[in-house]
Structure formats: C-alpha cells, structure tokens
C-alpha cells in the first residue's frame, strides 16, 4: 500500500502542477482572436450548426446546446423537480418521479445517448440515466420533453448508462457500485463473492420507443464504470470497463486501485437475449417504478412492476469475456467501424486498444488466461490491438473523427489528444483548462459522427470566467477539427454539472419540432376545449377548476365558495394555438411552484387554502401587451361557511 | 367597451404584423458580422467587462451573465427549490422557504437591484422580488448565496419592487393586486373601495444589510406597478405607476383599461419614516416570516413577525400625491439626475415626462385637481416636462447611459427607441426580436450608468434560436451604444423567464467574490473540523452522521447498526480549502436532492431508510482523479435489529 500512496502523491502533485501552469498560460491558446471569434459567432437571426444535449450531472436534468456559439436554449427536466415549469411539482408530472422508494425529486444524469438506425443517429429519442436512484429516462427529440423513466432494480450507482445499441434494440445500463442481490442485511466487510453487479438490457419498442426491463446479467462484485456499444462488425456486443476488481468495500482512491489490471467485460447481448427469449434466465421478485408521459393525455402515469429476468453469465457459455486492461479503466469507447475498443486507464498513461477481431479469434480459439467467478479472462496480448503512447497522464474518454482520428481528454495533464487509429500515432494535442472529463463530437459514439468540432467538458472552471463566489459553473471549451491541428474557438460555462453530450446536426432535429400541441387532440380528463366549458364543481372538500387562458384573460377570473380546509385543483387549458404563446399560473402562497402551459396542453396544480379572505391568480408568463391584466380573485370563507360555489368572468 | 375592444384588436393586429415583418427580416439587423462579432466575443482566457444579473421569473432565481459574450456563469437560487445544490432541500436551507403560508418552494422573480451608495452601485448586495407570495430577498455580492428573505404581509402579487433608495436606507415594494387588508371573507365584487393596496418599506442595516419591514402605507385599490427611486434632488421621494385605477375587478384587459389616464404616486418617504419614527401609524397584528442565513453556521433560520406598522396617507399631510399619466403606465423611471420620472403608457405611443422641479412647485402652490381617496391630485399640465413622439407602439420601460441620453422599448412595435432628456427628440431606434419588455444598462438605474452596452429582454422567441419544442427560452439581444447609433451586436437565450435585470462593471465585484469558507470559521453545530472528530451518533430513531469530505474518500465511509424507521441527517463538511474544489454527496432512494457542499461547508440532508440492505453513497461533484472511488456504503438493518452501531474508513 505505501508504494501505491506514492503513486497517488505523484498525480496528485501532477495535477497541482499542470494546473499551475495552464492558469498561467490562459492567453496562449493558440486561438487568433479576430478568426476564433467568427467561427465561433452565430450572427442575430443565424441559427448554430449543431445541437449538443449535455448531462446535467448533479442537475439530473439535459442541458441543450447549440454549437458552435455555447448558447443554452433550454433545460429539460428529467430526473429533478423544475420549480421553473412545475416539473415534478404538477399533478401530471409528479408520477415521472415515483421510485420504489416513493417520490424521488433529483438524481444525478452523467451520459445522454441519441437513438440510431443502422448505427447513424436517427433523432427520435435521446436516453439518459440518473446514477444516484438507478433510472433510464427517454426524452422525445419532437417536444423535447421526457416521455418515461423506468427504475432498474439490483443496481447501484447506475453509471454504465445509458447507451444504445446501433438499432436502438437495446439501452443498457451497469451498476457502478455492487451492492447484495437480492439486497439483505449483511456486513459490510463480507462484500468480497457476496455483492454482485447487475447489466440491465432495457429493451426498446420500435414505434413507441416503450421501455421493458427484457433482463438483467447478474455479475461479478466488481464497479462498472462506463460501456459503449459494438457497431458495424462488433454489433451484437456490449462492452463495459470495470474497475475495484480488488472487490475492496473501503478506502476505495487506495484499496480499488492495487491490481495493474482490471478488465473489460465483452458481452454477446444478442447471444443473452435468444437465451431470455427461449425461457433462460431467472424470475426474480423485485420492485421497480415503470413511468410513462402521454402527450395526448398530458399526464404521466406509475406502475410499480414486481419481477425481473436474471441471467448468471456462467449459464451462457460464450456470452461473456473478460479482457484485462490497465489500470482502473474509466471510459471504453468503440470506433465507428466497431473494430477497436478503446480502455482509458485513469491511472494509466498509455492508451490501451483492443482489436474485436482479435477478440473473437481468441474466443474462438478459446486461449483463455483463467476465469474470475467462472467468466473466461481472454490474454491481454491475443486481444491487444495497440498502445497509444500518449504523453498523457489520466486518460479519461475517446471519440472520433469522420476520418480515422480519435480523440482522448486526458484529466491530470489536462489536454485533448488526437491519434490516429490503426497507427496509433499521437498527431496534435492541446491544452484544456481545466480537468477534462468527458468530450463530445457530434455522431462521435455512432458509425458516422460529424467531426467538425470537439467539446471538452472540464471539471475544474477556477478563472476561466468572472468569478461567482465558491460555486461557479463548469466549463466547456469548443474545438475546431476540420483541418490537421485542433484549434480552440471558445470557452463557454455549462449549467449543471455536464458529463457526457450527444450532439447532432441541426437539420435533424429542427425541421420536426413541434411548435404547439393541437387543442383538437387533448385528452385531458380535466381539459375544457372552449372557454364555455370552463366550470367549477365541488366533490366533497374536493374543488375541481376548469379553467381555460387565452390572452389576456382566465376563465373564470371571480370564484367564490372556497372553503379553508378544501384541497382546490387547477386544471388549466391553455387554449392558444400559436407558437411560443405559453401562459403561467400562480397563486398566492401555493406550497407548489406554478404551472406553466404550452398551447395546447393542460396541467394541474393543487391549492389547500389555510387562510380566509379573497387571494388573487396571475398568469406568470409575460404573454401580451395586455399581460399585466390577466388575472383572477378567489374567495376564501371560512370552513362552516354557506357561501355558495360561484364563478364568473366579466360579470 | 365596444370601442376598447377595438383598440384591443388594433392592438392584437399591430403585434401579428409587426412580429411578422421583424420574422422576415433577421439578417437585415445592421449588425456587419465580423465587426459584431469581434464585439460580442471573448476569448479563451480573457474576462467579460460587466456583469449582468437578470431575474430568473418564473424560475424565481438570479441568473448572473457575462457581457458583451451573454454567457450564463451561474443561477443563485433564491425563492425556488435548486436541486442542483439542495437549496431548499437540505436542512439549512429549508428555513429560507417558510412563509406565513408554510414552505412555499417557488416564486416569481422580477426586479434585481444593487446597492448604492450616494446613488452610485456599491456592489455589496443584489435584492430582488418573489412576486406571488409577496417576498424580498437580500443576495450577496461576495458569495453570490441568498442570505435573507422577508415576506410581506398585505401584498398581494409583489410587482413595483425590489427597488433601492440611493443610500440603501430602503429597499421598497409596492402590491400588485389589491386586496382586503387585512384579510377578510368579501365578495369579490365589493372590490371597489374596500380593497386596499400596500407600499411596502424596508429598512436595511448599513453594515449587514439586515431587512426590518419598517412601515407599510395603506393605499386606495389600484394596481401598483413598477416604481422607482429619486435620487439626487429627488432624493427621499419614491415613484410608483399604477393601473386599474377604474378598481374594476373582473376581465381586467378591458376593465381596467377603461380611463385615459391613471397615476404615478409620488411618495415622500422621509417624511413618512419621520412620521413613523416619531411614533406614527398602527400597529396591526399580522403575519409574516424573516428568514436568515448565517454565512459562519451555514444554516438558515426562520422568525414569524406578527405585527406591522401601516400608514394612512392621508394622516401624513404632504406625503403622497397622484400625477395623472397617460395610459395604464407600466415602467417607472427616474433619470441619473433625478428631475426626471418617465411614465410608460403601455397603452399610449408618446412617453410622458413629469419634471420633479415643476412636481414640487405645484404641491408648494396646493394647484391640485381634486383628489382620489383623499390623496391630492396634481394637475397634469402643471408637472409636465415633454413628451417624446416616439412612433412606437407599447412603451414600457426606460434607461439611461452617462451622455443624457434616455432608451425605451416599445413592446408591442418590437424595438429600442432612443432619445434626448430635455429636448425629448428621438436619435434612432433599432428593432429587437421579439415584444420586448424591460432593456438593462449598467448602472442605468443610478446616478452613475455605464452606458457602453444595452441589453433588451425579449418576451417573444420563435425563430431567434434552433428549436426546442414547444417551450423556449426568451431571448435577450445585446447592443453598442457607445457610438451615435445603437449596433445590434449578439443575440443570446436567457435562462427563465427574465424581466429586469441590473449590471456593473466586473471591477466592482470580480476582486472581493469570495473563493472559499474558512474551515476554521465554520460554526455549524455539527461540523467536523478534522476528520478524526467524524462519528456517527444515535438518539433514538434520530443518527446523526458527522462526516468529512477530502480528496477523495469521505470519513467514515462504512457505517452499519442503521436501521429501517431511523431518521438519518448526514452532515458533511467539506475539509477542502482550496477554490473550486466542492464535493457531493447522495444516498440511494433518498426522498431530497444531492448536497452541493463548498470548501469549508457543511450542509445536512436527511435520509429515512425503508429498505434493509447494504446501501451506496457517493460523492456527486467530479473532484479528483479518483472521484469515481470516492463512495461508502450504509448497512440497513431491520427494525428490531441488534447489529451495534459502527463506522469506519478503511478497516
């Protein structure tokens, strides 16, 4: 353990060094200042090239993007309450939430990945996980809004996710932290051959985009990190890094970082699933939330499901392999081709590729190098397709060009590589300030990425902006890679706390964006279509309120027989039907946030008034010239009062 | 109300046209690209020339951007519920939230305001207005936290505030709605008469900033606006529009649009505060919650007052008069010299402008014409200084650069309309994209702006950005005013829904923004200043957990004799003492968000396990090289369990 302490004080140190000297060194980027600010700009009334859907992090929401200017335009709220919409808050919206542990109001989303067809990006869907209360969100790329999340029960730390196979069969999900499964009171300290970690393969209906736990791989007690798809040839396999295959349970920065190497774990999904679907595998009782988002109804509805699949890899000989690779492997990418496997090694200065030809030459020779818990270890040399000689120190991701380049972050000596693949030869690195995490090129996890620009998402922001006080944002900065050299054009801060992004081109997305939702199609139960449909009705200390909005006006605007002690819904119909023309609503000392309303759409918040007197309502988004008018009153009488139920508009 | 409703649809009709024609002409802005953006672009490394802090709206929060490059450097969260930190979620905090209502997890944030000093932007404090649950929040300037919330009772929809007087005596807020006051069980068409608007004063304490609600003034029933300060010779007066001064109480768009001129309210507040002073007003029982943070303990607490002292005003001779202003006036400014008030007509296209010096002569000269509820109305005639002929249509609000120099936006006519203090001639006029609202200059509500840039806020998006479904951002455009004309330099999103929004040079803030808390300063009863004084402690079916947080492990991180029913508070405090080194911390199935905690911080949540098992927590904020082993387990065991409580790291 001392020789390894010694290790950690050196990266440390690295790490203090190397960003000393890139504090020092901000205006020495290597950008000419007259042309980085024209690639960069977006001209008023221009539109950015790409989109970039970025993780949230600890927002637990998407962030989306454009490039190449930086610009935020909008926040999708996934797994987190967004007081700003009444995400999480609304009646419709609050069963996206529900968990098997109840209502659930954050999580933590780390790796948006874009549906594809044929492994190119298709733009239907864009799937996320939360990490913290292990769930896969599926975010609809037409209204941009969430449409599901399915809990993943016998997971920990779901940061393996969430990445699609290259049809969108499957999005797949591992545990990063094992945990006993079944879980069960048991010490700690017994962790070693008792935790295990589960790869759940969620599969994905083709017209709906409909969420099903199809099964779930129960594996060894190791921490899933990261995995990629195969494409192309290596399509049907799934690979995921592994780190803490000491299966140590404290002190992990030291106890999970003794073996030089841990492994990648090759699965044959395709191989799995033929054993699911011929009755393989195991039911398990469990209990997951399974929620769903209909845009017609505009309501989400939660069922908790009570079983699963699960599947002992040692049950399907020639599913699973391990290939050993240095040293604590963070990222594992796959080229566009499918052929190489890319293993960052955090602790690692070398890159590590693996050849999937290789792979199956080895299976298929069955030259195995033992087995850990019955799962054949393949040699690292049969499977070695080369070594990246980097330069580097704490190599962290890789994505691609559209030209045979890769490009690797590296978080200690904080830089972007590019090398290229096959060669393995380094051919330009640059500075990132500071800490690059993850990095993002458009199409960059699919068989045609887009390789005009390079994202570095940096985890350390110090000055590279005006400073906030002890909490800033993170910090993107936007590379352009058309020509040899990559050229910084851009520093811009990222909202939340960014890990992975998927961008696409524009034109995928913005041609079938929808712009309202047709008032002709509501099926709200509680919707009214016309303003003469607008009513109030008591059930019992229930209060039902229709009520519909059109600029500038609510109907009704004058309710009186509310009672102190009546629980009061609004269902508010937003009866515009023009693009942009959202109306909000409030009112006063609500214990919720308010609802705001596209056109179209309906949504519902509660009220339980506790004081007697007449409180008013405001519509909250400035819709009109006339906006500041668009009010209402409700009047609150005692619990024993005989005020009858009455409501009006204009009278 | 024929004839209104006509106008209504001129109205309606003018908007369509006008944001038609602007759709067609995106790149005829007059902004020369290259030039524009060499403007608007800041290189990597380099810092932008001013803050702008823009209201969130309906996200409730501050966002704080950069210009000239518009980008988004933080959100503060102030009146809503931040997963992304916990604010609102984590025991310190939740105080800030509690309202004579309860916890009310939302509000609607306008009007952002700097203090001054002898009218000059000190750069100590931002305040800004919850509109719906009528609140006031002081914001630091050196940590960019919310520190204070004060709730003010007999508001209603908290609109004409949080404006400063020149020497931050006061921060002043005036309702909305007018309602009851006090509160009683009315009908609602009894309005007129009865209900009673509130002018909210707030002392602050010149060396802490601490909030006193000092008095109220108790007003006839109209619509209180927007207001605004004098400063300079007007010193000591403050200005409030109002609208519906028809006291009309349904279908508002047409009712309260009914009479040619409503009013701005003058108020002379030092002499109502030496009324006060001098033991006048009444004391009314009444409700509302102070709520403070404390920057040492790190914790909020939250006191119910329960008493306030209103003003009549017509017990206040010379106090309060009404100036007759063209139509529905909506903005409020006073000029950096103080003679001038704009009242912006929303339903008017000339902007009329009253003269202090003429408003003062005439209330000397008792010329009044008439008086509403017994408060004297001076004659229009009389403190009239100019009108501008703008040929805009909408106007809503003004601000003023350092050449006396004035600039309006015209929301319905879509465009910034610039023009001369005295001579009231127009310059030039440039569009913006689309309905703006309210424009921002540094400083330009003071005696000293900064009047190189002006950014207008945009209502309207549609087409300004790709599209992102049915909701969008709103949209800001920022413009050089340095030379004769206004350029169009760079259009950028805005995060919520931003209404004001006030700016200062970075030098006023960028050298005192606090890095990090002093560990050794950190008062909070269940810090752990050394990681040895980490322990886990039981009282009852209460665990407290005192947890440290350091590169990278937590202390303890295996704790077991935890069991189902147990209420567990995990407070961490974060050991770093190095800037921008925050650590995260989330437990599986936890019914809150993550904890964000600073360097020196500590900060609580509270998990009720209902599961037994072997349970992860991890850190949420990448730190380090081996953040991804920065991670515990808690053993969960059932009720009736013996199993000892224990914790440890790296046993």
């Given amino acids: 353990m001392k020789k ?176 006993p499964i079944p879980q069960r009171d048991m010490p700690i300290n017994e962790y070693k051959g008792n935790f295990k970690g589960s790869l759940s393969f969620i599969s994905i ?89 209909d845009e017609h109804t505009h309501t989400a509805t939660s069922t908790m499901k009570k079983e699963v699949i699960t599947v002992d890899p040692t049950e399907v000989p020639g599913a699973v392999f391990f290939l050993p690779t240095p040293k604590s492997p963070h990222g594992c990418d796959v080229d566009p081709s499918g052929q190489y496997i890319i293993g960052n090694g955090k602790l690692s200065a070398d890159l590590t590729i693996h050849s999937f030809d290789k792979m199956i030459a080895a299976i298929e020779g069955e030259k195995f190098d033992g087995e850990a818990y019955g799962i054949p270890i393949l040699r690292f040399e049969d499977v070695l397709a080369g070594t990246v000689k980097s330069g580097g120190l704490g190599p962290l991701h890789t994505e691609f060009d559209d030209k045979g380049n890769a490009y690797t972050t590296f978080f200690i000596s904080s830089e972007v590589v590019k090398w290229k693949l096959g060669t393995w030869e380094v051919l330009d690195r640059q500075p990132t300030f500071y800490s690059v995490g993850h990095l993002m090129i458009p199409g960059g996890n699919s068989r045609k990425p887009f390789g005009k620009y390079v994202v570095a998402m940096n985890k350390i922001t110090k000055d590279r902006y005006l400073p906030t006080g002890p909490e800033m944002e993170h910090s993107a900065q936007i590379y352009d890679i058309s020509g040899d050299k990559m050229e910084l054009i851009y520093d811009f801060p990222t909202h939340g706390e960014p890990h992975y992004a998927a961008g696409c081109p524009a034109d995928l997305l913005a041609p079938k964006s929808k712009k309202i939702y047709r008032l002709d199609d509501n099926k709200h139960p509680y919707a009214v279509t016309s303003p003469d449909q607008a009513k109030v009705v008591r059930e019992g200390n229930e209060v039902h309120v229709y009520m519909s909005t059109i600029r500038s006006h609510f109907t009704p605007d004058n309710i009186e027989g509310i009672k102190v002690g009546d629980k009061v819904y609004f269902h508010i119909t937003n009866h515009e039907q023009d693009f942009d023309v959202p109306h909000g609503f409030a009112m006063i000392g609500q214990n919720t946030s308010e609802l705001l309303i596209m056109p179209g759409q309906t949504k519902t918040s509660v009220w339980e008034p506790k004081k007697v007197g007449v409180w008013p309502f405001y519509c909250t988004d400035f819709c009109s010239a006339l906006h500041q008018e668009m009010q209402g009153y409700v009047r609150v009488s005692p619990a024993d009062s005989n005020v009858p139920l009455t409501y009006s508009l204009g009278e």
């Fill in 205 to 293: 209906a083709p017209e709906t985009g409909r969420l099903n736990l199809d099964f779930q791989m129960i594996m060894p007690g190791f921490n899933y990190d990261l995995s990629h798809p195969g494409r192309g040839k290596s399509h049907g396999w799934f690979f995921f890094t592994t780190y803490n295959t000491e299966e140590a349970n404290t002190l992990q920065e030291v106890n999970a970082s003794q073996n030089d190497k841990d492994f990648i774990a090759a699965v044959n999904w395709k191989m799995v699933a033929d054993y699911v679907k011929n009755g393989g595998g195991t039911k398990m009782a469990t209990e997951y939330a399974h929620n769903v988002y």
């Fill in 4 to 179: 390894y302490n010694f290790i950690l004080t050196i990266l440390a140190a690295t790490a203090l060094i190397s960003s000393c000297g890139n504090q020092g060194n901000n205006n020495s980027t290597g950008a000419l200042a007259s042309s980085a600010a024209e690639k960069a700009y977006v001209a008023p009334g221009e539109h950015d090239e790409f989109y970039a859907f970025m993780s949230g992090g600890y927002s637990g929401n998407i962030t989306v993007y454009g490039l190449p200017s930086g610009r935020l335009f909008k926040e999708i709220p996934v797994f987190s309450q967004f007081p700003t919409s009444g995400y999480g808050y609304s009646e419709e919206t609050k069963p996206m939430l529900n968990t098997s542990f109840g209502f659930v109001p954050w999580d933590d989303a780390h790796h948006p990945d874009i549906s594809q067809t044929n492994g190119e990006l298709d733009g239907r869907w864009i799937f996320i996980n939360g990490n913290n209360t292990p769930r896969i969100a599926r975010v609809s790329l037409s209204t941009f809004e969430t449409e599901e999340i399915i809990e993943l029960p016998n997971s920990a730390g779901n940061h393996s996710s969430s990445f699609i196979t290259e049809n969108t069969e499957y999005v797949v999900a591992g545990t990063r932290f094992s945990v």
